[in-house]
């Protein structure tokens, strides 16, 4: 899942994160059933799929990875970030992002959402300036 809009110059790194996050999440919670779905296919594939969902997943991951690593490396240079390795913190974010998932999966929307804020805050806290 990309971000859909280039972010102008001026937007903080910390909202483009954010609105991707946000775009990411909402993405997911539209459709549980869809969602559903997916991950048993993903866990479970049926021996005839005639594609690998995990290869096909970690295409999209190998691109938000570039796309976030892309933007912590904007966040450091602007100042707004602490200087550090952004491959590592794409790592550590794209590893929440799959623990959020897994979240959304065991509580219900308002439980969900009060969690998401509480682990973007600390995130976002760990690593700006």
Same mark, same amino acid.
């Given at each position: ?39 048993? +296919?993903? *866990?479970?594939?049926?021996? !005839?799929? =005639?594609?690998?969902?995990?290869? @096909? ?6 691109? &938000? ?28 974010? +794209?590893? *929440?992002?799959?623990?959020? !998932?897994? =979240?959304?999966?065991?509580?219900? @929307? ?6 998401? &804020? ?12």
């Amino acid at each position: 899942m990309a971000v859909n809009n280039v972010e102008s110059h001026s937007t903080s790194v910390q909202k483009e994160l954010k609105n991707f996050l946000d775009q990411v999440i909402e993405f997911q919670l539209k459709d549980s059933t869809q969602l559903k779905i997916f991950i048993r +296919l993903l *866990l479970f594939p049926p021996d !005839f799929f =005639e594609i690998n969902l995990k290869e @096909e997943l970690k295409m999209v991951v190998e691109k &938000e990875h570039v796309l976030l690593s892309d933007l912590f490396k904007k966040g450091m240079e602007r100042g707004e970030i602490k200087n550090g390795d952004c491959d590592a913190i794409a790592t550590l974010l +794209l590893c *929440l992002m799959d623990g959020l !998932f897994w =979240e959304m999966q065991r509580h219900d @929307e308002a439980s969900f959402r009060k969690r998401y &804020e509480i682990v973007w805050s600390q995130f976002w806290e760990s690593i700006q300036t």
